[in-house]
């Protein structure tokens, strides 16, 4: 007994030493430094989306600090975990505005995680730049959340748009995951579109996220008989569904979102995903020099891996937030907010970015093609 | 007529899941009274364990019927040292405290265990390799692979080899004893210790073969695939009555069967919620669960 108050004494001890000297070296440096915050999902079962976003915010930092920072200063960023978990967004992002005093908030890109981070963000009146998170809900959380991003419903026509008019099928059936809002919105667009331009939705099911067994499912679907199925899930799901799918005997392309846009995703997949198609931010492929030299510099910078559309977004989203504050004069968070509203015509990687009163972006998307573990560009949809 | 027998196959293939990690389950209850919700994880280990033997292994031997069987081997092997320790390190030492304290343990541990893992493997989600080549088995337009049909064989000889070795041999005679009562097994010589060891040995190699097998079939590994998997073979455990080996297999069919076809003809979305419906019904109107006994409690 005496042993551990001892112990606690000494432990209470040590822990407000290094908690007051670490404050004491965070305000020296925070005046040197623009201090930002990142949130995402590092590891879990979305892990491939918050490591890609990591990178691409990194190397954005990186170049800008290299010419020499933003307003004579450097940036700093601070990255937190989430896990791929709504409430452990909540608890991240509290926790970078009340201790860490970010400026800003960079993330996230599932938009349930988004969701339930937006409302602290707005509430502390901390701007909040979504890189992907296409839900619409998103940014009508309040006036300080902002996406560099296209929206769901737009998602949605475009995926609609190519089952009818490009692989000209009739009848589709929906497979959703019920525990993610984007899954859920976009959903909900693409029936909506498709429906309108004459299409047959001749199931509709559901799954949730962390599910492996989509058998029962599929075997339903497979009894309508339909000529596509939509899947706007995660790669982790997909890439099982893709498999269950096919050994039922579903032999129609998969359909899908920017939520299938993972290398993760032919991993688990395999064959299984040839000949489907899903619909995201931009194509490795694209000759146009922006994307080539970002994917070059990337590349070198990773190892030789390429980046996908979620590393392209959160590079774009990084940079469009720099120079807010550039634009903005300060670090003060009102001033970065009014400057974001003005964001015009920014040359992203993934298209120029203008924030509409929404505080939405408006960009392109395109349609890629899974080939043998590699997605082969098929066609850019403008809104 | 055609989708209906195929959700019979889908719900038996899925049944046999929750079958073969509930066995540990019902094992580790029946001998002593502790819901080990740290089982679901080791379940986790074992699809792990396999993962990483199978990439050390790989193309090193010429029949890959072997390479399974090594693969599962080690597996179980390594899980069953991992259910003896947590057992020696974590439950032994409160055995004689209320048994709220081990259950909080048991939440406890599984969340250490899920945690260790994630910082250990990393979080993403695997591809667990096709140690046995998938067949397509043509049965008149119905879908069904070999390999759901060596998980079913499996949790079958597993239940039957399981039932043999607690009701035919002298070690199984021992754990009904210590089941039966601690105390009174220890004043008749039983090595109680070794018992629980045994016991937590063998329900951890169940999980370990059940965490391999069932990758084989839905081969995307994460560190939390047991989670869930845990809970609803905890779920099938209690409906065909908790400490019953035959009442675990039939509780797991009866839950892959139930949950298959609410997907397949009710509301997809509501899987879960009917599936744990039909289990607060059959719990309501028989405790102790389809195959159980009751008991009288004693005083």
Same mark, same amino acid.
């Given at each position: 007994?005496r042993i551990s108050?001892?112990f606690?004494?000494?432990?209470?001890?040590?822990a407000?030493?290094i908690?007051l000297?670490?404050?004491?070296?965070?305000q020296a440096e925070s005046?040197?430094?623009?201090?930002? @915050?990142e949130?995402?999902?590092l590891? @879990?079962?979305?892990?491939?989306y918050?490591?890609?976003t990591?990178n691409?915010i990194?190397?954005?930092?990186?170049?800008?600090?290299?010419?020499?920072?933003v307003?004579?200063?450097?940036?700093k960023?601070?990255?937190?975990?989430?896990? @791929?978990?709504?409430e452990?967004?909540?608890?991240?992002?509290?926790?970078?505005i009340?201790?860490?005093?970010?400026s800003?908030?960079?993330?996230?890109f599932?938009?349930?995680?988004?969701?339930?981070a937006?409302?602290v963000c707005q509430?502390?009146?901390?701007?909040m730049?979504?890189?992907?998170?296409t839900?619409?809900k998103v940014?009508?959380?309040g006036d300080?959340i902002?996406?560099?991003c296209f929206i769901?419903p737009?998602?949605g026509?475009?995926?609609?748009?190519f089952?009818?008019n490009?692989l000209k099928v009739?009848?589709?059936a929906?497979l959703?995951?019920?525990?993610?809002d984007?899954s859920?919105?976009?959903?909900?667009?693409?029936?909506?579109g498709?429906e309108?331009?004459?299409?047959q939705?001749i199931?509709?099911?559901?799954?949730?996220?962390?599910d492996?067994?989509?058998?029962?499912?599929?075997t339903s679907?497979?009894?309508?008989n339909p000529?596509?199925?939509?899947?706007p @899930?995660y790669y982790?799901e997909?890439?099982l569904?893709?498999?269950?799918?096919?050994?039922?005997?579903?032999?129609?392309p998969?359909? $899908?979102?920017?939520?299938?846009?993972?290398e993760?995703?032919?991993?688990?997949?395999?064959?299984?995903?040839?000949?489907?198609?899903?619909?995201?931010h931009?194509?490795v492929d694209?000759?146009?020099s922006a994307?080539?030299?970002?994917?070059?510099?990337?590349?070198k910078?990773?190892?030789g891996?390429?980046?996908?559309?979620?590393?392209a977004?959160?590079y774009?989203?990084?940079?469009?937030?720099?120079?807010?504050i550039r634009?903005?004069?300060?670090d003060?968070?009102?001033s970065?907010?009014?400057?974001?509203t003005r964001?015009?015509?920014?040359p992203g990687?993934?298209?120029?970015?203008?924030l509409?009163?929404?505080r939405?972006a408006?960009?392109?998307?395109?349609?890629l093609?899974?080939?043998?573990?590699k997605?082969?560009?098929k066609e850019?949809?403008t809104? | 007529?055609h989708?209906f027998?195929q959700?019979?196959i889908?719900?038996?293939?899925?049944?046999s899941?929750?079958?073969?990690?509930?066995?540990?389950?019902?094992?580790v209850?029946?001998?002593?009274r502790l819901?080990?919700f740290?089982h679901g994880d080791?379940?986790?280990?074992?699809?792990?364990?396999g993962y990483y033997?199978?990439?050390?292994?790989?193309g090193k031997l010429?029949s890959s019927?072997?390479e399974?069987i090594?693969?599962?081997?080690?597996?179980m092997?390594?899980?069953?040292?991992i259910g003896?320790?947590?057992e020696?390190?974590?439950?032994r030492p409160?055995?004689?405290a209320s048994?709220?304290?081990?259950?909080i343990?048991?939440i406890?541990?599984?969340?250490?265990?899920?945690?260790?893992?994630q910082l250990?493997?990393?979080?993403d989600?695997?591809?667990?390799p096709?140690?046995?080549p998938?067949?397509?088995?043509?049965?008149? $337009?119905?879908s069904l692979t070999?390999?759901?049909i060596?998980?079913?064989?499996?949790?079958l000889?597993l239940?039957?080899?399981?039932?043999?070795?607690v009701?035919?041999?002298?070690?199984?005679?021992?754990m009904?004893?210590?089941?039966?009562?601690?105390?009174?097994a220890?004043?008749m010589?039983i090595?109680?210790?070794?018992?629980?060891?045994l016991?937590?040995?063998?329900?951890?190699a169940?999980?370990?073969?059940?965490?391999i097998?069932v990758?084989?079939?839905l081969? $995307?590994?994460?560190?939390?695939?047991g989670?869930?998997?845990g809970l609803?073979?905890?779920?099938a455990?209690?409906?065909?009555?908790?400490g019953n080996i035959?009442g675990?297999v039939?509780g797991?069919?009866?839950l892959?069967?139930a949950e298959t076809?609410v997907a397949?003809?009710g509301s997809s979305?509501?899987?879960?919620?009917?599936?744990f419906?039909i289990?607060?019904a059959?719990l309501?109107?028989?405790?102790e669960g389809?195959?159980?006994?009751?008991q009288?409690e004693?005083v």
């Amino acid at each position: 007994m005496r042993i551990s108050k001892r112990f606690w004494i000494l432990g209470a001890l040590s822990a407000s030493v290094i908690a007051l000297t670490g404050c004491n070296k965070k305000q020296a440096e925070s005046q040197n430094e623009i201090l930002i @915050g990142e949130y995402g999902s590092l590891t @879990g079962a979305t892990a491939t989306y918050g490591q890609s976003t990591h990178n691409g915010i990194a190397m954005a930092v990186e170049e800008i600090n290299a010419a020499g920072g933003v307003l004579g200063r450097k940036i700093k960023v601070i990255t937190e975990d989430d896990a @791929g978990k709504p409430e452990e967004a909540q608890t991240v992002v509290t926790k970078l505005i009340n201790k860490d005093r970010v400026s800003s908030i960079l993330g996230e890109f599932a938009s349930s995680n988004s969701l339930a981070a937006a409302p602290v963000c707005q509430q502390s009146h901390i701007p909040m730049v979504s890189h992907g998170s296409t839900n619409p809900k998103v940014t009508q959380v309040g006036d300080y959340i902002f996406r560099t991003c296209f929206i769901d419903p737009f998602q949605g026509q475009v995926m609609a748009k190519f089952a009818w008019n490009t692989l000209k099928v009739k009848r589709v059936a929906i497979l959703r995951d019920i525990k993610s809002d984007y899954s859920m919105g976009l959903a909900n667009f693409f029936k909506q579109g498709f429906e309108s331009m004459g299409g047959q939705i001749i199931a509709d099911e559901s799954y949730g996220q962390g599910d492996k067994d989509f058998n029962a499912q599929l075997t339903s679907i497979q009894s309508k008989n339909p000529e596509a199925v939509f899947v706007p @899930g995660y790669y982790t799901e997909v890439g099982l569904i893709a498999r269950q799918a096919r050994k039922l005997g579903i032999k129609g392309p998969l359909l $899908g979102g920017d939520g299938w846009d993972s290398e993760k995703l032919c991993e688990i997949g395999g064959e299984a995903l040839n000949g489907c198609f899903f619909s995201t931010h931009y194509s490795v492929d694209d000759t146009s020099s922006a994307i080539q030299n970002f994917v070059a510099a990337f590349k070198k910078r990773n190892n030789g891996s390429l980046p996908d559309a979620i590393a392209a977004l959160g590079y774009d989203g990084a940079k469009v937030l720099v120079d807010a504050i550039r634009r903005a004069g300060s670090d003060n968070p009102d001033s970065i907010r009014i400057a974001l509203t003005r964001t015009k015509d920014f040359p992203g990687v993934t298209g120029a970015i203008t924030l509409n009163e929404n505080r939405d972006a408006v960009k392109p998307a395109v349609v890629l093609e899974v080939k043998d573990g590699k997605y082969a560009y098929k066609e850019t949809v403008t809104p | 007529m055609h989708a209906f027998l195929q959700q019979i196959i889908n719900g038996i293939s899925l049944g046999s899941i929750y079958a073969l990690v509930a066995l540990g389950y019902t094992m580790v209850y029946g001998v002593m009274r502790l819901i080990n919700f740290a089982h679901g994880d080791v379940y986790m280990l074992g699809a792990f364990f396999g993962y990483y033997s199978s990439r050390v292994l790989h193309g090193k031997l010429q029949s890959s019927l072997i390479e399974t069987i090594l693969v599962m081997i080690v597996s179980m092997l390594g899980c069953a040292l991992i259910g003896m320790l947590i057992e020696r390190l974590a439950y032994r030492p409160v055995r004689k405290a209320s048994r709220l304290t081990s259950l909080i343990i048991a939440i406890g541990l599984s969340l250490l265990i899920e945690n260790l893992a994630q910082l250990i493997f990393g979080a993403d989600p695997k591809f667990f390799p096709q140690l046995i080549p998938e067949k397509q088995i043509a049965l008149g $337009g119905l879908s069904l692979t070999n390999q759901q049909i060596i998980v079913v064989v499996v949790a079958l000889l597993l239940m039957a080899g399981l039932n043999a070795f607690v009701f035919y041999t002298k070690s199984g005679k021992a754990m009904r004893a210590v089941s039966f009562n601690l105390d009174a097994a220890k004043l008749m010589g039983i090595n109680t210790n070794a018992v629980i060891s045994l016991t937590f040995a063998l329900g951890s190699a169940l999980a370990a073969a059940g965490g391999i097998l069932v990758s084989m079939n839905l081969p $995307g590994i994460d560190p939390l695939m047991g989670v869930m998997t845990g809970l609803k073979a905890f779920v099938a455990a209690v409906l065909g009555g908790i400490g019953n080996i035959f009442g675990a297999v039939l509780g797991g069919l009866i839950l892959g069967l139930a949950e298959t076809f609410v997907a397949g003809y009710g509301s997809s979305t509501y899987r879960d919620a009917i599936a744990f419906l039909i289990l607060i019904a059959i719990l309501l109107f028989k405790p102790e669960g389809l195959l159980g006994k009751g008991q009288v409690e004693k005083v």
